[in-house]
């Protein structure tokens, strides 16, 4: 039996979240190395296995991949999340590379102030409801099928789910307005896998804490309004 991933990161969402989301979308068991330490930090850096100095890093097959985007592509492609051809594959990417966008406005979410993190909840929320689910209830009505791309699960729709969930902690009725990406939700929240990666008691992570904001501060001397790598 081939070894379970193993992924090295902070116990919160950040950059690994998507990763443990792809993970368990496929239905893949996976292990966690968190980092609580400057230590624990500084002896991956001694040994050369965190190319860029950076986490998320994820052992699999035999490899240890950084790089957020590489090692979710790796995912897609190994567990069938990824198109059956270029053009879906094409199409993915650029659906993926859109939720991106969104998502990454919420990524410094927690290390902002409290005066900065209502100003972000705003704009997030404006962007969201008048650019980005505009364009994927058109996508879904277009397309006529049950997921963004072909005929099947993908990346795009695990990612999308992610990002419309993370809206939706900030702003309960981000979809009113939206019926086709509403039964969109509903439905891939209830593939099998994904229904078990939202149900309690899984390795999904709760909404980033000041403990977590902590940890990371001080794991990688942070000292600013920033977002981990």
């Known amino acids: 039996m081939a070894a379970k991933p193993v992924l090295y990161y902070f116990d919160g969402r950040g950059k690994m979240e998507s990763i443990r989301w792809l993970l368990a979308a496929a239905g893949v068991e996976f292990e966690e190395v968190f980092l609580e330490t400057r230590e624990q930090y500084e002896k991956l850096?001694?040994?050369?296995?965190l190319m860029f100095q950076q986490v998320p890093m994820v052992e699999?097959?035999?490899?240890?991949?950084?790089?957020?985007?590489?090692i979710l592509n790796y995912i897609a492609g190994k567990y069938n999340l990824y198109g059956k051809d270029l053009k879906e594959r094409a199409l993915i990417d650029m659906y993926v590379g859109g939720t991106d966008d969104l998502m990454g406005f919420l990524l410094s979410f927690p290390f902002l102030s409290a005066e900065d993190k209502v100003k972000q909840c705003a704009f997030v929320v404006q962007k969201a409801t008048s650019r980005y689910f505009p364009a994927y209830e058109k996508v879904l009505k277009d397309h006529g099928q049950d997921f963004l791309v072909g005929n099947r699960l993908s990346w795009a729709d695990i990612h999308l789910l992610e990002a419309i969930l993370m809206l939706e902690e900030k702003k309960s009725d981000a979809l009113s307005g939206f019926?086709?990406?509403q039964a969109f939700k509903k439905r891939i929240s209830s593939i099998p896998t994904i229904k078990k990666f939202l149900a309690p008691g899984s390795k999904r992570k709760p909404i980033s804490d000041d403990k977590y904001v902590e940890t990371v501060r001080r794991v990688l001397r942070m000292y600013y309004d920033v977002k981990p790598n």
């Open 179 to 181: 019926p086709l990406l």
């Open 45 to 49: 850096l001694q040994s050369g296995v």
């Open 60 to 70: 699999i097959d035999g490899m240890k991949l950084v790089q957020t985007r590489a």
